[in-house]
């Protein structure tokens, strides 16, 4: 049996602006997801499942909540003589004062780790997607074919995927997929209609070369700046055409929307099907006794974690684990991280929020302040304390740890932020 | 600091327990689930790490495999480091002993190189088939108090149980001055909960007397009030012995109301979902459109599209549409198809109960008419189903009825259309 000896590379570093408060005090790629698990439990549990041993995050922003989710990464079986996942910090040395100051460099930064391994392929994968994918297939494809270079990506449609993806246009030498013909990072009006992944697989000399010769320039990034200059200089670059679900979780509306993605009869993300894992020491969740409901308690096209306590109304939302609904509160289309508590008589619609949050007692939230539905949805930071009877319209947006005296009496408007 | 931290533990997980009937056809009885997520000895087990002990001997000798999988090297309760440990202590053959333990005392006394190897003031002597909350620490502090050479952990129970258990008469001091070992006519209701506290001398030369003396309640008790050396420590909160089906359904049900003064999370027992492999990585338990559930407990993995009403389901729990569980304790990975019902029944792991199959049917006057061969285990209405049993669509099954578990190997059985109230198939 030849040992499999990819090397895996996950981009955790950023933090992302649009998910605003969530990613005050965390990388995107720690931020909860499907109410128990965190976005980087899906590349890690897709590696697992894949069969790749060694895996190295680099991790820049806010890096304790992922260090201390991976733990010793035995909840991905990532542990043994052979198998682990190493965290990479930034780091300074002699030559090299710089933080991280892009993904290319990033990577650049720690190539002395990445010759030590001696990988026969390197992928590098982003950590804020949700996807189940068997990588096996991809590397198959990119070494039956020897390219410099395979990209995964999938079809969406052009409008959609203006200034918000990186785009191609591939070939269609094999079912798996072909050449690219052209790369545009975040085009205004894009030519192709296949949007990246973020999932890349380099050819391990290849990549030494092209982040070498990256360093020269100004920005340091894999999508802007990597793959246009190696389709550029006529390497082989394939595109992977990847047909399953994808996920994408770079803004709230986004988040919120992939959340709801859980749901439904026939969801189109199936954690139990996909057998996602995460590291259930990581707020003991482990340690949660069964969830309970009331007697007068009502959970509808829901999905709830151990440990939470429904007295409440819940529909169409996603409870993490420790979550409390009193008495007469309502519940709707929302996302509540672990330890939100809804006082007796809250009424939340199309919220996410944070952990540790407090709903005060017949709070008003995301409740549009003209009536009717504005789709926009509502985030509150953690460890905030809404008033009891506040209003807080949708679309709004409350820094995390809001100061009791700071909240304005007569409530938020719709869009309003509070910092 | 080191004080009473010092003291070993040693638990007897040996019994068979055979009143729980069915539930132990395959598992020691502390291995029991219990609560959705817990197995019965993790109550004791937490209780130990809580009181800040930290050296345990686990003493099996009935099916261990499921017990020993589910302590593994004790991480789950911190018990593992250099000077921290748990062992399992099984019976085994010696230079002069070749026997199975043969009662309580004798499991101890066979095991007396494990309490010499370990150096401590007392030892600390419990069930592992308890649901209780307690501080053992406590309980060492006021043993040394008392000067006392055994102290006994006691509560108050009504007189009507007293025959259940072994009975205590104190005086003033709580010294016990007198013992009536499951007593038919009640003088006491302080009742032993199987907890002691002995001092390590004290114990070691009371087991060198008579090797006859094989039991605790029968033998070593009585003597040692003789010499006046048994104190009662009184126990006042939530204790309960789960080893009669009746109590372990009754115990399932007491998690289920807010005053009950059950509280596993709260009182910080810490279950050991690890050890049955990704058990808990199972996703959150998922309500569909239009399920109904009511004073229930649901653990993750748990799929509810019908109606669920006063029950406690363990991870992954599949109640499909039309169906309904109502008062029930329903194990891991069991399956209650379209339209079915259960009513008042305990489903062991991996049960498949038919489209639109009833267990549990008939009404009060069904539910007492006893099980025909085991009426002390099944008579309150309750109905166990095996381990594995597949119950096909549309069979009825009726009040205190048992169904043996589904054994790998043997031929598929050919259920009746109805199995009647006290029946066994």
Not at chain 1, 388 to 416: R, Y
Not at chain 2, 373 to 402: D, Q, V
Request: aromatic residues 8%; charged residues 25%; contains cysteine.
């Amino acid at each position: 049996m030849v040992m499999p000896s990819t090397l895996a590379m996950i981009l955790a570093g950023g933090r992302v602006d649009e998910l605003g408060v969530l990613t005050h005090y965390r990388p995107k790629s720690a931020v909860p997801f499907g109410g128990f698990a965190r976005v980087i439990d899906f590349p890690l549990t897709n590696l697992m499942r894949s069969g790749i041993e060694r895996i190295a995050i680099l991790s820049q922003y806010r890096s304790y909540s992922l260090v201390n989710h991976i733990g010793t990464g035995a909840a991905w079986d990532m542990i043994g003589r052979h198998r682990g996942i190493s965290i990479l910090p930034p780091f300074k040395d002699y030559e090299n004062p710089h933080w991280y100051r892009g993904s290319a460099d990033a990577v650049h930064q720690n190539l002395d780790f990445v010759r030590y391994h001696k990988p026969s392929e390197i992928l590098i994968l982003s950590g804020d997607h949700i996807y189940e994918m068997d990588y096996r297939d991809m590397i198959r494809f990119h070494n039956e074919h020897d390219a410099d270079l395979t990209a995964a990506f999938i079809k969406v449609k052009k409008e959609d995927a203006a200034l918000r993806f990186g785009v191609a246009e591939i070939g269609d030498e094999y079912s798996e997929g072909g050449s690219l013909l052209s790369y545009e990072e975040k085009p205004a009006d894009p030519k192709g209609e296949w949007a990246s992944l973020t999932v890349l697989c380099f050819k391990p000399e290849v990549l030494y070369k092209v982040l070498g010769k990256n360093q020269a320039a100004a920005s340091y990034e894999f999508g802007r700046d990597i793959l246009p200059m190696m389709v550029q200089e006529g390497m082989k670059v394939l595109g992977y055409k990847f047909r399953g679900y994808w996920g994408y979780t770079r803004t709230v509306n986004e988040y919120w929307q992939t959340s709801m993605d859980l749901l439904g009869s026939n969801p189109l993300i199936d954690l139990e099907q996909w057998g996602i894992r995460t590291n259930l020491e990581h707020r003991d969740i482990r340690d949660c006794q069964p969830l309970k409901v009331g007697s007068q308690g009502v959970l509808d096209n829901s999905l709830a974690y151990n440990g939470c306590i429904i007295e409440g109304t819940v529909k169409n939302s996603i409870l993490f684990p420790g979550v409390r609904v009193e008495k007469g509160a309502v519940v709707e289309n929302s996302v509540l991280f672990f330890n939100t508590l809804v006082k007796e008589g809250g009424q939340l619609r199309q919220v996410v929020s944070d952990v540790n949050t407090t709903f005060g007692a017949n709070a008003q939230v995301g409740i549009s302040s003209i009536g009717g539905s504005s789709g926009r949805v509502t985030v509150i930071g953690w460890n905030n304390h809404v008033p009891d009877n506040m209003t807080v319209g949708c679309g709004c947006s409350v820094a995390p740890g809001i100061e009791e005296e700071k909240w304005p009496e007569n409530g938020l408007e719709d869009m309003e932020e509070l910092q | 600091m080191r004080e009473a931290k010092d003291a070993l533990v040693l638990l007897l997980a040996g019994g068979i327990g055979s009143r729980l009937n069915i539930l132990v056809g395959h598992r020691a009885k502390p291995a029991v689930p219990f609560g959705g997520l817990y197995r019965i000895i993790d109550f004791s087990l937490s209780n130990v790490m809580k009181s800040g002990l930290t050296r345990v001997g686990v003493l099996t000798q009935y099916k261990p495999l499921s017990l020993m999988r589910h302590i593994q090297n004790g991480e789950a309760w911190d018990f593992t480091g250099r000077t921290r440990g748990i062992k399992i202590l099984p019976p085994r053959t010696g230079e002069k002993d070749s026997d199975w333990y043969k009662g309580t005392a004798d499991a101890i006394r066979q095991n007396i190189d494990f309490i010499r190897g370990n150096q401590s003031e007392q030892v600390v002597v419990l069930s592992g088939d308890h649901i209780y909350q307690m501080d053992f620490d406590e309980m060492i502090t006021y043993h040394r108090e008392k000067n006392a050479g055994v102290t006994i952990g006691m509560m108050v129970v009504p007189k009507s149980e007293i025959h259940q258990f072994g009975a205590g008469i104190v005086d003033d001091e709580n010294r016990i001055v007198d013992w009536e070992e499951k007593p038919k006519e009640p003088r006491t209701n302080l009742a032993s909960m199987g907890i002691y506290v002995f001092d390590t001398e004290y114990l070691l030369k009371a087991l060198s007397c008579d090797r006859e003396e094989v039991d605790f309640g029968m033998h070593i008790i009585p003597r040692a009030i003789e010499e006046k050396q048994v104190y009662a420590y009184p126990f006042y909160g939530y204790w309960r012995d789960v080893g009669t089906i009746q109590s372990y359904w009754d115990a399932n049900m007491d998690v289920l109301r807010a005053d009950s003064g059950i509280s596993p999370e709260e009182w910080g027992i810490r279950p050991n979902t690890e050890a049955d492999g990704r058990a808990m990585d199972r996703a959150p338990a998922r309500f569909a459109q239009g399920c109904t559930v009511q004073s229930s407990m649901i653990s993750a993995g748990s799929v509810i599209e019908g109606t669920v009403v006063n029950s406690v389901l363990s991870p992954g729990v599949i109640v499909r549409k039309g169906a309904v569980v109502r008062d029930s304790v329903i194990l891991e990975d069991s399956v209650i198809e379209a339209n079915a019902e259960v009513d008042l029944a305990v489903c062991d792991k991996q049960v498949h109960i038919g489209e639109g199959a009833v267990v549990g049917y008939g009404d009060e006057e069904a539910k007492s008419i006893s099980n025909r061969e085991y009426p002390t285990h099944l008579y309150s209405g309750i109905t166990l189903i095996g381990k594995g049993a597949a119950i096909p669509a549309k069979m009825r099954i009726g009040r205190n009825c048992i169904i043996r578990p589904d054994e790998k190997g043997r031929e598929k059985r050919v259920f009746p259309a109805e199995l009647e109230h006290s029946g066994i198939f």
